[in-house]
């Protein structure tokens, strides 16, 4: 179960005998050594509410982490690596000069005009959706606005100089994984991804602001260092660690019985 609310229910709530395995980031959220934001009580027991219910019956519960820490067996909670897509495993970082952005929403865009009007000779990219815009638009020479492609941002992502984005934890661990330093710029009201965005930043990912300014990458563009070398060997362990927890939920759990059904007659 991938953080679904309403198969959490139904193992919780019906009980079926097939042992149900929970994945997701947000279980990390339960472990003691996570370190939270500040002054935010209210929302963690929300989310660890949801994240319990999520949950509901669960024979084991991967956290998916962007570095190690010990495994919580009394909490049924297991540690392991994110998990990427081939598309990005196969990728050789390249290095170009300009920063990549990733816009959840239109009215950004005003914001990446106005910032890049005091900074015309960084070059930017933005992806988003703008509504009655071809795919690509280019303005003042050096900004240029791109329509959602995965395969585009993903090319865009392997020769950027950095990445700007909100604190979604896949979009993070890629960056990580290309050795390209994030400014984090979590939504706004969502906790999640301040929790995302906190973490990220100490596990080396780059730098998180609350708003929407590229003048926090010269703050630590010139001090970056990548945990590519680590997080690279901590995401080759995705396989055998997921397998070998499946497996060992398998043999902990009762045999399942299949009721017989009898074979269909046709005329």
Known sequence: NFYELLAGLYKGLYRPEVPMIAVAHQYLLAHPDFEFPRHRWLDKQLVQLNTRITAWGASQKMALSFRPMPHQPSLRIVVVPPLLRQEVLRLEAQLDD???????????????????????????????????????????????????????????????????????????????YLSKPTLMIPVPNHFEQACNAHDGMLSGAGATSSEFDLSALDTFLPYYQSPKKEFSAWVKQAEVLFLQEILACGSRSARVQVPHRPATRYA
């Open 98 to 176: 300009f920063i990549l952005i990733y816009l959840t929403h239109h009215s950004l865009r005003a914001s990446v005009v106005a910032w890049h009007s005091q900074h015309p000779e960084t070059r930017l990219h933005c992806f988003g959706h703008f509504p009655d815009q071809p795919d690509e638009v280019t303005q003042q020479g050096s900004l240029t606005f791109h329509q959602l492609s995965a395969p585009k941002f993903l090319s865009m992502m392997q020769h950027c100089r950095a990445l700007v984005t909100t604190a979604g934890f896949e979009s993070v661990c890629e960056a990580m």
